[in-house]
């Protein structure tokens, strides 16, 4: 998804509801995408797109590691706007 105003929207509205952490992710690579959806625009992640896969360690009562797969475009508004506007 181009739609950056969109994205960013989705962003916001996915850290409020608690579907992607607001804090940074404990572990994150990039490779081809592997079939999975995207957990901001869910649309599939295809062979030739890049894709990120973040992992966040749960806390100590629920032990483990919580992953998300996303668009490179997707993960890059994730990671301005979990960071909130400048300043």
């Known amino acids: 998804m ?3 105003p969109v ?3 989705r962003v916001q509205a996915a850290i ?3 579907t992607l952490p607001a ?3 404990d ?3 990039v490779g081809a ?3 999975f ?4 625009c869910t649309q599939p992640i295809r062979r030739h797109d890049r894709e990120v896969q973040t992992q ?3 806390d100590d009562s629920v032990p483990g590691l919580d992953t998300f797969h996303l668009h490179l475009r997707c993960f890059t508004v994730w990671e301005l706007e979990r960071r909130g506007p400048p300043g």
């Open 56 to 58: 966040f360690e749960r």
């Open 37 to 40: 959806r995207c957990a901001l």
């Open 2 to 4: 181009d739609n950056e």
């Open 33 to 35: 995408g592997i079939g």
């Open 7 to 9: 994205l960013r929207e």
């Open 16 to 18: 409020q509801n608690g």
């Open 23 to 25: 804090k940074r992710p």
């Open 27 to 29: 572990r994150s690579w």
